[in-house]
């Protein structure tokens, strides 16, 4: 027992420690940040982890993964994801300066319109995946998303590119805030929008997912920006509450009886059945989107040379196919974890990597997902993954797992 | 009325024995001892023989066990080799061998019930029997006592 080997979740003599997305250096439980919504976790039951450098909720109570798992599936499952960084563009360079650090058409985005991106190095690798929502028709005004355990990365990386961008382009000026201690909840499953509808006049029906909009949330009329989409393939929001108001938003939406407060055991078994990737295990600053099967994600008028960092890469990946491919497996017999390795059928040749994988609560089977060698990536492709020196039967699958049901 | 009690009787007699069980001279002998991996061995020194499974502690941090995966009988094994993995939707998690020896059995329930290991960890849901090929090594391990010092300082 206990030298627990997963994606996620490590457990170090006695204590389950999520590692990941965190920075280097082991955190002491004081250093670590808290949420505005801390003390409600710990009062709810939270069993805390540290994650990314945040005092963060794995489970609560006694409710096992598995049921809370489902319970988003088939109800609604609200998520503390107030570790995510939110940030505001404004000025009438946002929308370039942003254009210059991903490769997606956000000039075509429509007002309260958002997208999936990726903040790319110079070698078209993924500083970071990233969600970018417009705010202005005009392009003047955004709301961007990032990932915890990246904060460093993005805020050094953003303040380097702004720097030059204001130097070059002294008539586009930018405006970057980042909102502190504001709350980001995440509700998710198929009883979210009537559960969220109950707290708003906002017609929800008429956002779709990919939208926002702003609204007014409560008793109390907070106005809180509502972002249809999330991380499980369901249909949900995340949330944006002022910081006053982040605790009584959120309990007011505990308390519908569908509602139950989800983990993050729960968040990483849900994202992977539905074929996303979580930073610092499926994409890091090696891997381009076009490796990660993200290349719908890079515009089809921005595939010119020099259109955003590391383009020409990315170009000629796209063009002649690039070495290795982020795709699904299901294995049999044992589940594959991060670092399993891939063999091709006849369990001789080396031909790729797991980067992460579970037992599928929902399919009851075991699915991964990872990085195979470019020709061996197509759906129904037999190979093997070594899992505790065995090999094992696996296949090649498409994602997501889990069909999505998105609102559309 | 005689006839029914005729029967009764025997019944009640048969509900008392199980109470008498620890009376037994060879239960007296089971013991228990644990290691820091959080797994538990019950050697019953008549046949050498040693059951091992997870602890209550083991199977509340693991969550939601899913899979179990065991060696086959007759397996030798070496005391703190790697001999199967708990997997639960988190994690997975290795069975070290506490001791040294052969399997003899092991708990074929777990294939379709793994989830016997979050019920019942220290009952149903044992893993394996060793029979020990040294039983000095049984003695060393740690007692109900030091187990549960182990558990409260993490």
Partial sequence: ?408 | MYALRAIARPATAALRAPRMAPRFAAMRFLSTRYTEEHEWVTFDPATKVGTIGITDYAQKALGDVVFVELPAEGTEVEAGESIGAVESVKAASDIYAPVSGTVEAINELLGDQPGLLNKSPTQDGWLAKIKLSDEAQFNVLLNEAEYKTLCEGQ
């Avoid at chain 1, 003047?140 to 702004?162: C, M, P």
């Avoid at chain 1, 399993?340 to 031909?351: L, N, P, R, T, V």
Wanted: charged share 25%.
């Fill in chain 1, 1 to 408: 027992m206990f030298a627990v080997r997963s994606a996620t979740a490590v457990a170090r003599p006695g204590r389950l420690v999520l590692r990941g997305l965190s920075t280097s250096a082991p955190v002491l439980s004081a250093q670590l940040k808290k949420t505005p919504l801390y003390d409600l976790n710990v009062k709810n039951g939270a069993k805390m982890v540290p994650f990314a450098g945040w005092d963060m909720p794995l489970s609560f109570g006694d409710v096992g993964q598995t049921t809370a798992h489902k319970h988003v599936r088939e109800a609604a499952g609200l998520f503390d994801v107030s570790h995510m960084l939110q940030h505001e563009f404004s000025g009438a360079g946002a929308q370039d300066f942003l254009l210059s650090l991903t490769p997606s058409s956000l000039d075509k985005l429509p007002e309260h319109g958002s997208s999936l991106s990726v903040l790319l190095n110079k070698d078209g690798g993924i500083i970071d995946d990233t969600i970018i929502t417009k705010h202005a028709a005009d392009g003047s005004k955004w709301y961007v998303v990032t990932n915890a355990g990246r904060s460093d990365e993005d805020v050094a990386h953003i303040k380097e590119q702004l720097a030059e961008w204001t130097k070059a382009n002294p008539d586009k000026p930018v405006k970057w805030e980042m909102l502190e201690g504001w709350g980001l909840v995440a509700l998710q499953g198929p009883k979210s929008a009537a559960v969220l509808q109950a707290l708003t006049d906002v017609d929800l029906s008429k956002i779709k997912f990919g939208q926002s909009v702003f609204a007014e949330v409560g008793k109390d009329k907070v106005r809180c920006h509502i972002a249809r989409g999330g991380y499980t393939g369901e249909d949900g929001f995340e949330i944006s509450i002022p910081p006053a108001s982040a605790v009584s938003v959120t309990e007011q939406i505990m308390a519908n009886t569908d509602v139950m407060l989800i983990g993050l055991g729960a968040r990483d078994s849900l994202r992977l059945e539905a074929g996303m990737c979580l930073y610092g295990h499926d994409l890091d600053e090696t891997i381009s989107p076009i490796e990660a099967g993200l290349t719908w994600l890079v515009g089809k008028d921005r595939r010119t040379e020099g259109s955003f960092p590391g383009s020409s890469r990315i170009i000629n990946e796209i063009a002649n196919g690039p070495s290795r491919r982020r795709v699904g497996f299901e294995i049999k017999g044992a589940p594959a974890r991060e670092g399993s390795k891939i063999f091709d059928a006849e369990g001789k040749k080396e031909i790729g990597v797991i980067t992460s994988g579970i037992p599928s609560p929902t399919l009851g089977v075991n699915v991964a997902m990872g990085y195979i060698k470019n020709g061996q990536h197509k759906k129904g492709t037999k190979v093997k993954v070594e899992v505790r020196k065995k090999l094992r039967d696996a296949e090649v699958k498409p994602m997501p797992f889990v069909p999505a049901k998105y609102y559309k």
